[in-house]
Structures are given as structure tokens and as C-alpha cells.
């Protein structure tokens, strides 16, 4: 079955650093989404991306983070100055719309600790 | 997307058929229910999804009464490897994220 596909699986920084998650996505795919995870709570809904551009975004989601397809494979969520209680795991996703099963596939998630 | 409440645990044993119910009595005509599961840290996992008919497939059955109130998840031979947590989400096929609940915390014992 085809994966979506993150990198790194850890991800060790330093507060008030810039972090970049990586996520290839499934590939004829075009709903993109990110969640998080924070150590035995829900998982999150922090952004769904379309067509290029934000589709939808949670409170979390605030200036700090940022989303971009930078090529025709990869989608990437970026963190601007990351802090404390932005540990957590973080999980890519995507869809395929044309499909009659709608399902989301994700992919196992890098998890983010910020020291 | 309908509000779903499921039980915060359940057990079953290896080998039994593990029924995880689902109530969403608000959920309208169009909004299917999916079921995920997120097994120990990985990513969440679809199982499986129906609108009014039972649904089947290599992993599950759903069962979703006529009234569409509620539904049953129903994994026939459970094994270690199903332990997880269930989500039971009700939502319109075309919208935009998925919303996971708390879902139901399922043990599976030798």
C-alpha cells in the first residue's frame, strides 16, 4: 500500500530555534494535512492545505507556523521560534478527493522535543 | 461534523470478536461514520466507513442501525496486534480535516 513518508522521525532543538518537518505525501494525492500529538493527549488538527494554499487552520496554528509544497513532492510545516510546548509528535496526511474512498493516509510522525 | 461519544475502555478477549460502539444521534443524512485507530504512537490508521448500509472489509465490519443513531465496529478475531485506540468520527465525505475525539481505548487480553 503506498505510504505518506516523514523525516526525520526525532527532531531535538533548542527553544526560539526554527524547525522544519518534512512529509512526501502519497502521490497523486491532493489534500494535505498536519496534526500533532502532545504525549497522552488527543490528536490535534493543525492545518489542511489545497490546490496551494491553506484550506482550513486550527487556534493552534497561529504565526509561528507556516506550510508550504515546495515542489511537486514534498510538503513541509514549519515552526518559526519553537517553544517548550511545541513537544510533541507530529503526523502529515493526505487524500486523494478522486477517490471513492476518501480516506486519510498518515504517515508515522516525527516527534519534536524542544529543550 | 455530528458530535460521536464512545466508551472511554473496553477489553475482549484474544480470539473473541471485539464490538466498539459508537452513538451519533445528531448526525445528519449526508455525514458518513469513518473509524480510525492509532495503534501506541503511530500515526492514526482508517478502518473503515459507511453511510446507511453495513460495511465490510479485510479489517472490519460496521454495523450502523437504520435510524443511523449509532453504530458498532466490530473486529471479528481480535488479536494482540488490535490493541489500540478507536475513533469513531461522523463527518460529510467532502470536508476538510478530520476531528478525532477521544476515542475508545481497547485492550486486548491473552
Known amino acids: 500500500e503506498p505510504e505518506v513518508t516523514q523525516t526525520p522521525s526525532h527532531q531535538v532543538t533548542q527553544m526560539g530555534q526554527e524547525v522544519i518537518l518534512r512529509c512526501v505525501p502519497i502521490?497523486?494525492?491532493?489534500?494535505f494535512y498536519w496534526y500533532r500529538q502532545i504525549l497522552g493527549q488527543k490528536v490535534e488538527f493543525l492545518v489542511s492545505?489545497?490546490?496551494?494554499?491553506?484550506?482550513?487552520k486550527s487556534e493552534i496554528f497561529d504565526d509561528q507556523f507556516s506550510v508550504e509544497r515546495p515542489d511537486g513532492s514534498n510538503f513541509t510545516l514549519k515552526i518559526r521560534s519553537t517553544k517548550l510546548e511545541d513537544s510533541a509528535m507530529y503526523f502529515c496526511?493526505?487524500?486523494?478527493?478522486?477517490?471513492?474512498?476518501?480516506?486519510?493516509?498518515f504517515g508515522s510522525g516525527t516527534q519534536l522535543s524542544v529543550l | 461534523d455530528a458530535k460521536t461519544t464512545q466508551p472511554t475502555s473496553m477489553d475482549c478477549a484474544e480470539g473473541r470478536a471485539a464490538n466498539l460502539p459508537c452513538n451519533h444521534s445528531?448526525?445528519?443524512?449526508?455525514?458518513?461514520v469513518y473509524w480510525y485507530r492509532q495503534i501506541h504512537s503511530q500515526g492514526p490508521q482508517y478502518i473503515i466507513h459507511?453511510?446507511?448500509n453495513n460495511e465490510t472489509n479485510e479489517m472490519a465490519s460496521l454495523i450502523i442501525t437504520e435510524d443511523r443513531k449509532s453504530s458498532t465496529l466490530i473486529l471479528p478475531h481480535a488479536t494482540l496486534r488490535d490493541t489500540a485506540v478507536y475513533y469513531c468520527?461522523?463527518?460529510?465525505?467532502?470536508?476538510?480535516?478530520?476531528?478525532f475525539g477521544s476515542g475508545t481505548r481497547l485492550s486486548i487480553r491473552p
Open positions: 496526511a493526505s487524500r486523494d478527493l478522486l477517490a471513492t474512498n476518501e480516506k486519510l493516509f
Open positions: 502521490s497523486n494525492h491532493l489534500y
Open positions: 492545505f489545497y490546490n496551494n494554499e491553506i484550506s482550513e
Open positions: 445528531t448526525i445528519s443524512g449526508n455525514e458518513y
Open positions: 459507511g453511510l446507511k
Open positions: 468520527i461522523a463527518m460529510y465525505s467532502s470536508a476538510s480535516k478530520i476531528i
